[in-house]
Nanobody
Framework: VQLQASGGGLVQAGGSLRLSCAAS????????MGWFRQAPGKEREFVAS????????YYADAVKGRLTISRDNSKNTVYLQMNSLKPEDTAVYYC?????????????????WGQGTLVTVSS
């Protein structure tokens, strides 16, 4: 599967952005989808994931209540709605696809990655 992330940009603290990740190739519903982020000088970290049907979602504690993951299987697209953004949310955001069902929070759970989209939150 090929993944193409988009929607990043510069936003002031407290603002909102919506990231999108379009998938092509194998059937989209075969995959659990996840979002990760990587800030300069830091390791890539889990942000959120959603199972194939959209019925189960998981979030990192740092983003709970502010970021929402969703998917539209008819459009082969996963989204990350980002509200109440903070400067510490600044990072390159990556979407990823994993074969297994369940709570996938480790980078090793995912076999396919998009190219990343930069989110910068100014204070």
């Amino acid at each position: 599967v090929q993944l193409q992330a988009s929607g990043g940009g510069l936003v002031q603290a407290g603002g909102s952005l919506r990231l999108s990740c379009a998938a092509s190739g194998r059937p989209f519903t075969s995959y659990t989808m996840g979002w990760f982020r990587q800030a300069p000088g830091k390791e890539r970290e889990f942000v959120a994931s959603i199972n194939w049907s959209g019925g189960s979602t998981y979030y990192a504690d740092a983003v709970k209540g502010r970021l929402t993951i969703s998917r539209d299987n008819s459009k082969n697209t996963v989204y990350l709605q980002m509200n109440s953004l903070k400067p510490e949310d600044t990072a390159v955001y990556y979407c990823a696809a994993g074969w297994r069902d369940g709570k996938l929070t480790d980078v090793r759970d995912y076999g396919y990655w998009g190219q990343g989209t930069l989110v910068t939150v100014s204070s």
